[in-house]
């Protein structure tokens, strides 16, 4: 693939949406792709901060009420990577096929 045809995808690789082929497609030139990885942290960001605002949604009533963008983004991805503390990289696991 090369890149217009891998930024077609991203969203979709982004909310899990490949199927395991395409998937290990993306992967890949994401690894080699400065650009296109730099694109897909922007998808990556937006889901940190979809999944923020959903955790807070299903607890509304949880004192200090919505966390601001950045600190949602920030807990998120500490929650995922606790060890890293950043969600950096394409590296979500490989779909089921």
């Given at each position: 693939m090369d890149c217009e045809q891998v930024r077609i995808g991203l969203a979709a690789y982004a909310f899990g949406?490949?199927?395991?082929?395409?998937w290990r497609?993306?992967?890949a030139h994401l690894g080699?792709?400065?650009?296109?990885?730099a694109?897909?942290?922007s998808y990556a960001d937006?889901?940190?901060l979809m999944?923020?605002?959903h955790a807070w949604e299903a607890e509304p009533d949880a004192p200090g009420g919505p966390p601001a963008p950045d600190q949602a983004i920030r807990a998120e991805?500490?929650?995922r990577h606790p060890r890293r503390g950043s969600a950096a990289g394409p590296e979500k696991g490989v779909p089921e096929e």
């Amino acid at each position: 693939m090369d890149c217009e045809q891998v930024r077609i995808g991203l969203a979709a690789y982004a909310f899990g949406g490949l199927d395991a082929h395409d998937w290990r497609v993306v992967t890949a030139h994401l690894g080699e792709c400065a650009a296109c990885r730099a694109e897909h942290a922007s998808y990556a960001d937006l889901m940190e901060l979809m999944a923020a605002v959903h955790a807070w949604e299903a607890e509304p009533d949880a004192p200090g009420g919505p966390p601001a963008p950045d600190q949602a983004i920030r807990a998120e991805r500490q929650r995922r990577h606790p060890r890293r503390g950043s969600a950096a990289g394409p590296e979500k696991g490989v779909p089921e096929e």
